[in-house]
């Protein structure tokens, strides 16, 4: 790892609260995805966004 490589905690630390809030919700629709095959989240994605970054 070179001085300029961080790792995925440095990232989400420096995170804001509206950039934290926003990960986790992709990560709970990426998680509820897993649970179906055929789900497609880019409507519940692009809602998620607007609700945080009107």
Same mark, same amino acid.
């Given at each position: 790892? %070179? #001085? %300029?490589? +961080? %790792? $995925? /905690?440095? *990232?989400?630390? /420096?995170?804001?609260?509206? /950039? +934290?809030?926003?990960? !986790? +919700? *992709?990560?709970?629709? $990426? +998680? &509820?995805?897993?649970?179906? #095959? &055929?789900?497609?989240? %880019?409507?519940?994605?692009?809602? &998620?966004? !607007? $609700?945080?970054?009107?």
């Amino acid at each position: 790892m %070179t #001085s %300029t490589d +961080r %790792t $995925e /905690e440095q *990232v989400v630390q /420096e995170l804001n609260e509206a /950039e +934290r809030a926003l990960l !986790k +919700r *992709v990560l709970e629709l $990426e +998680r &509820a995805k897993l649970h179906v #095959s &055929a789900y497609d989240a %880019t409507d519940d994605l692009l809602a &998620a966004v !607007k $609700e945080i970054i009107p």
